[in-house]
């Protein structure tokens, strides 16, 4: 019946708003065919990514960048965004594993619950053969321990405390940079590089 009067029209947009529609089973629940399910999937997925692009494109990032992954954690923005080179970055990412498998091998949990996913593994990462995890667990702060005088050693002590501080909030927080951090930060990734020999 089509609502003529001015009350007939306000009932008849009573309610919730109505689903977007999909396939149902008889009682109105959602079909769960393989098929329907991953129609739903990649409709859940493309309401996502499409959030993500508007997003992304609102904050001025080129539309041909919006969906790279880099732009999830602050040291692939930084050389999207071209302010650091391909091989700080690559330094950059490997220090971030390097403190990271420590912290997991210590038993510590990670120290930052960003979006940042440094080995995109599920469950327990894998040991290496032949060594025992006490011995592993060893050889990562050893690792650590070195990466961090490294770090220290740039400048005199008041310049390394700052630049360890930046690389391992950016590369291992995923915290963005500041502006006058920039020098730092470039500093302390072109000593890991030349470390890492990227």
């Known amino acids: ?79 999207l965004l071209g302010i650091i080179s391909e091989t700080q970055f690559e330094a950059g990412a490997r220090y971030a594993q390097d403190i990271v498998r420590d912290l997991k091998l210590s038993g510590l949990s990670l120290a930052s619950p960003r979006a940042q996913n440094i080995f995109a593994v599920h469950g327990r990462e894998a040991l290496e053969e032949g060594q025992d995890r006490a011995e592993q667990a060893k050889q990562a702060r050893h690792k650590r321990n070195t990466l961090r005088d490294l770090l220290l050693a740039t400048g005199d002590i008041n310049t390394g405390r700052r630049v360890l501080s930046v690389v391992y909030g950016v590369c291992v927080l995923d915290e963005d940079c500041r502006a006058h951090d920039g020098l730092l930060l470039a500093r302390g990734l072109n000593r890991l590089a030349r470390h890492y020999g990227v």
């Open 1 to 79: 019946m089509k609502a003529r009067t001015r009350a007939q029209k306000l009932r008849s947009k009573r309610g919730r708003a109505l689903l977007p529609p999909s396939d149902r089973e008889p009682n109105g629940r959602k079909s769960r065919r393989s098929a329907s399910k991953q129609e739903q999937e990649n409709e859940m997925q493309a309401s996502a990514f499409a959030t993500v692009k508007a997003q992304r494109v609102k904050l001025g990032i080129v539309t041909d960048n919006v969906l790279d992954p880099r732009l999830g954690y602050a040291l692939g923005r930084l050389r």
